[in-house]
T-cell receptor, first 111, second 113 residues
Framework: AQSVTQLDSHVSVSEGTPVLLRCNYSSSYSPSLFWYVQHPNKGLQLLLKYTSAATLVKGINGFEAEFKKSETSFHLTKPSAHMSDAAEYFCVVSKGGKLIFGQGTELSVKP | DSGVTQTPKHLITATGQRVTLRCSPRSGDLSVYWYQQSLDQGLQFLIQYYNGEERAKGNILERFSAQQFPDLHSELNLSSLELGDSALYFC????????????FGEGSRLTVL
C-alpha cells in the first residue's frame, strides 16, 4: 500500500538559510509524488510533482525535490528561506487517482 | 485564487444538528474531492465524485453523505454532528486529464459545540 512519512512535524530555520523537509514514501510501484503547501487560513497549493520523468523536480517559489528510489525519499529543499515560506508542507502520494497525504511539516522562518 | 469556491467559510452549530457544505469546482473540472482536516487526524480523504458519479470513497462516516449535481457543484452533508466532527473541510477539483494535481478551495471551518 502506498503511504508517505514526513520525518519532522516541525522545522525551524532562519531567513536566508537552506530548507530541508524530509519525506519517505512506500509504494509497490513507481509512484506519483507531490508536495503541497498550506499557508495559514488558506487552502492547499501544489508546489511541485514527480511523475517518473526527471528525478530532480523544480517547483514554484524556488523549491525543488529529488526523487531517490534507492532511499525511497522525496525530500523538499530550498537554498534560501524567506519569511513568506512559513507554512505547513505536505508530502503526498497518488494512489488510484486519490491523494494520500503525509501528516505535514510546519516550517517556521525566523528573521 | 484556485478557482474552487467553498461556502460557508465558517459554521458554528450544536451537537446533533445537520449542516451542508457547498463546493463549486474550477470551470471545466469534472472531479470533486472532499477532505477533512483536523489536528489529531491530519488531512483525510473523504470522497470523490466524477461528473456526477461517486468515484472513490475514503474515511467517510455513515453520518456523512455527498453528491455532485449536474452543474458539477457538490455538497457534503454532515448529520447527527458530534464534537469530534469539528474540523476544516476542504473541497478540491481536478481537470479531466489526470495530472494528479488538485486545486483546493479555502475550506469550510466547522465548529460543533
Amino acid at each position: 500500500a502506498q503511504s508517505v512519512t514526513q520525518l519532522d512535524s516541525h522545522v525551524s530555520v532562519s531567513e536566508g538559510t537552506p530548507v530541508l523537509l524530509r519525506c519517505n514514501y512506500s509504494s509497490s510501484y513507481s509512484p506519483s509524488l507531490f508536495w503541497y503547501v498550506q499557508h495559514p487560513n488558506k487552502g492547499l497549493q501544489l508546489l511541485l510533482k514527480y511523475t517518473s520523468a526527471a528525478t530532480l523536480v523544480k517547483g514554484i517559489n524556488g523549491f525543488e525535490a529529488e526523487f531517490k528510489k534507492s532511499e525511497t525519499s522525496f525530500h523538499l529543499t530550498k537554498p534560501s528561506a524567506h519569511m513568506s515560506d512559513a507554512a505547513e508542507y505536505f508530502c503526498v502520494v497518488s494512489k488510484g487517482g486519490k491523494l494520500i497525504f503525509g501528516q505535514g511539516t510546519e516550517l517556521s522562518v525566523k528573521p | 485564487d484556485s478557482g474552487v469556491t467553498q461556502t460557508p467559510k465558517h459554521l458554528i452549530t450544536a451537537t446533533g444538528q445537520r449542516v451542508t457544505l457547498r463546493c463549486s469546482p474550477r470551470s471545466g473540472d469534472l472531479s470533486v474531492y472532499w477532505y477533512q482536516q483536523s489536528l489529531d487526524q491530519g488531512l483525510q480523504f473523504l470522497i470523490q465524485y466524477y461528473n456526477g458519479e461517486e468515484r472513490a470513497k475514503g474515511n467517510i462516516l455513515e453520518r456523512f453523505s455527498a453528491q455532485q449535481f449536474p452543474d458539477l457543484h457538490s455538497e457534503l452533508n454532515l448529520s447527527s454532528l458530534e464534537l469530534g466532527d469539528s474540523a476544516l473541510y476542504f473541497c478540491a477539483s481536478s481537470p479531466p486529464a489526470d495530472t494528479g494535481e488538485l486545486f483546493f478551495g479555502e475550506g469550510s471551518r466547522l465548529t460543533v459545540l
